[in-house]
């Protein structure tokens, strides 16, 4: 059966380009890039090299790049650390009410085990924070903002700068996770004026399991993971030097087509949308129209359940998600779609669709083709739509 991958915002495959530069570090050059001796400097060189390619792809300086597991890692480390580092001079920190799981928890943490007060914004009916409400929720007490600059589920993408510059007029430290934007769109740490940024490789065809913080010069944050010398002393650990050559070569490619890439990819996002609202009556596009991730594609399908949609869909080759892949598994609505004051019969009948350079227009239109049928003989057999169809024509 033929199968078509539309959850490139939970994961990508690693590039081929990519592995390829991998692979000598699993194996000729498996050294220890903390080893004095030459199998280590090999290694040592790689990572140099890695982090000096970062840090210039997205604005930085080289002593600015920390290399952690992943996304998860950074943003506990960001809201963590930052929390518990400035926890003398305040115990507020304002996030979103849209964050993914990873700063969620974070923050439900420190409020339990030390005390922290935590603000989380509303967002708009369109996903969006609005800057007075960030304003407003300032106190003397606030020491960390962490507003994500793309949201995972609905694609939004939040006015970080501005965001930031708020923050930085009452001298607050200002924390991004970029996760989802690094790679689909223009990213710089300058532009964007933040303290701290966290992105991982494997949501722009690089490995799983490496991911950065990317921290400004002169904020130190309580170390997460202490042990060795690494990370300039402020994060332990053995390097992953494959994973950070991957990183590092996988943003390179990612950066140097992202203006291809991104009108690629708009294109078939658009298409699909187009599609979907024209053929598929009941269907409520969630998120901004505008400010979006081009990838991303979130729709409620009224009178039935997400779960049943991804189900059928699967069987027909098609893979994409319902709300995070971090939250399916639980029943649980999507807090974000929930946020954005959908009701919440409608946020269960909710399915994500993201799409990557490697889709075509055929996959979009064979994808709208099943969508439509599996969603026509869901509603068939749903009470609650047969109640109002007796009263609706062209369904
Ligand atoms: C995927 C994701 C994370 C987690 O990153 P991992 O590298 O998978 O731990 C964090 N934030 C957002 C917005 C994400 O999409």
């Not at 590039?15 to 400097?41: C, I, R, W």
């Not at 946020?347 to 889709?359: L, M, P, T, Y």
Request: with cysteine; net charge negative; aromatic share 8%.
């Amino acid at each position: 059966m033929k199968r078509i991958y539309l959850d490139h915002s939970a994961t990508t495959p690693v590039d081929e380009e990519v592995l390829q530069k991998m692979l000598p570090y699993f194996t000729g050059k498996f050294g220890n890039a903390n080893s004095m001796h030459g199998f280590g400097q090999e290694g040592a060189y790689a990572v140099d090299e890695s982090r000096r390619k970062i840090a210039s792809l997205i604005g930085a300086k080289p002593n600015e790049i920390y290399f952690t597991s992943g996304g998860t890692e950074a943003d506990n480390w960001a809201i963590k650390g930052m929390a518990l580092k400035m926890r003398e001079k305040g115990n507020h920190v304002i996030t979103s009410s849209i964050e993914h799981a990873a700063i969620m928890s974070s923050c439900a943490q420190i409020a339990k085990e030390y005390g922290f007060e935590i603000t989380y914004l509303p967002v708009d009916g369109n996903g969006l924070v609005r800057p007075e409400d960030l304003r407003a929720a300032i106190t003397d007490k606030t020491v960390l903002v962490s507003i994500m600059l793309a949201n995972n589920e609905i694609g939004t993408i939040q006015p970080i700068k501005e965001l930031a510059e708020i923050a930085h007029e009452k001298g607050i430290y200002f924390h991004t996770d970029a996760v989802q934007a690094v790679g689909s769109i223009p990213v710089s740490v300058t532009d964007l004026g933040v303290d701290l940024m966290s992105f991982s490789a494997h949501k722009f065809y690089g490995p799983k399991g490496v991911g950065v913080l990317y921290i400004h010069g002169g904020v130190k944050p309580t170390k997460l993971m202490t042990g060795g010398h690494q990370e300039r002393t402020m994060r332990g650990g053995t390097t992953n030097v494959p994973g950070v050559v991957g990183m590092a070569a996988a943003l390179e490619k990612a950066v140097n087509n992202l203006d291809e890439n991104y009108v690629y990819i708009k294109k078939l996002r658009d298409k699909f949308v187009e599609r979907v609202i024209n053929e598929i009556p009941y269907a409520i596009y969630n998120g901004d129209k505008e400010k979006r991730l081009p990838q991303n594609a979130n729709f409620a399908f009224e009178f039935i359940e997400g779960e049943s949609i991804l189900m059928s869909l699967d069987l027909a080759g098609i893979a994409c998600s319902s709300g995070s892949a971090c939250s399916s598994g639980s029943l649980e609505p999507s807090h974000v779609l929930l946020a954005t004051g959908l009701p919440i019969e409608k946020a269960h009948g909710s399915i994500r669709f993201s799409f990557g350079r490697d889709n075509t227009e055929e996959e979009v239109d064979y994808v709208v083709d099943k969508l439509k049928e599996i969603v026509c003989k869901l509603r068939a057999m749903s009470p609650l739509f047969c109640e109002i169809k007796g009263e609706t024509k062209n369904v």
